[in-house]
């Protein structure tokens, strides 16, 4: 599977905004059966998970920064999977990127980037202060 990231840009604090990753290389049913993730890395810091969810969406991680403020959904149909992030504050600034891996994913791992395999280039969100 491919993935490609988008919908970054500037925005101010306490503004919206909608990541969007895209598949290909698949079709919608093996798409259903991959885990997914939205990984971000600041310059200076190490990547780090934003939102996970296991494939059947019976799992989910959120990073405690984003808690109430970010949620991530998917339409397999379409081989999409989306961050919607609200509130945003300046330290949300990161390039950030969309992780899929095609096994199951446990609750336990689902914020770790060593468990993805398939990586899309990551998209900048900028958030001014």
């Known amino acids: 599977v491919q993935l490609q990231a988008s919908g970054g840009g500037l925005v101010q604090a306490g503004g919206s905004l909608r990541l969007s990753c895209a598949a290909s290389?698949?079709?919608?049913?093996?798409?259903?059966?991959?885990?997914l993730g939205w990984f971000r890395q600041a310059p200076g810091k190490e990547r780090e998970c934003v939102v996970a969810t296991s494939r059947s969406g019976g799992s989910l991680y959120y990073a405690d920064s984003v808690k109430n403020r970010c949620s991530i959904s998917r339409d397999n149909a379409k081989k999409m999977v989306y961050l919607q992030m609200n509130s945003l504050k300046p330290e949300d600034t990161a390039v950030y990127f969309c992780?899929?891996?095609?096994?199951?994913?446990?609750?336990?791992?689902?914020?770790?980037?060593?468990?993805?395999?398939?990586w899309g280039r990551g998209t900048l969100v900028t958030v001014s202060s």
């Open positions: 290389g698949v079709s919608g049913v093996t798409f259903s059966r991959y885990g």
């Open positions: 992780a899929a891996k095609d096994q199951i994913l446990s609750a336990g791992v689902l914020s770790l980037a060593g468990e993805y395999y398939n």
